[in-house]
């Protein structure tokens, strides 16, 4: 009984050590983009444009503003494994035609075939 509660109380504390120190990367990325965001700022647009000078504050503003009007707050991607499960419910979907289309487009645009009927290119053949 008392290896259980130490295993536990061993994964707490590798759960509480694993939520800091991702708290303490996102704490020290967020001030080295607001610093490099501001000092590029300070160091450009008054001299380019005339502006005026932006405070840490302002500049880590300006990171929102920014990322709200050009990147929005969604992932980014599927990852591969994403990636494999939609194309696969599009194969699905396909009919033999369709299938057949895209196999004969991906031949074309990558010069690669399905299934080992298909001859090697020149280039590719053993000597």
């Known amino acids: 009984m008392k290896v259980l509660e130490s295993e536990v109380r061993t994964m707490r504390r590798n759960r509480f050590l694993r939520v800091l120190g991702i708290v303490a990367v996102v704490t020290l990325a967020i001030n080295v983009m607001g610093f490099v965001v501001m000092n590029l700022w300070n160091w450009l647009m008054p001299a380019v444009f005339g502006l005026k000078t932006v405070t840490f504050l302002q500049a880590l503003g300006l990171l929102v503003l920014g990322k709200i009007l050009f990147g929005g707050f969604h992932r980014h991607g599927r990852g591969p494994r994403g990636w494999r499960r939609h194309m696969a419910e599009r194969w699905e979907h396909m009919s033999p035609e369709e ?3 895209f196999r004969a487009g991906i031949r074309g645009r990558w010069g690669c075939g399905f ?3 298909r001859e090697p290119a020149p280039e ?4």
């Open 115 to 117: 299934g080992p009927d």
């Open 124 to 127: 590719q053949k053993p000597l």
């Open 99 to 101: 299938r057949e289309r």
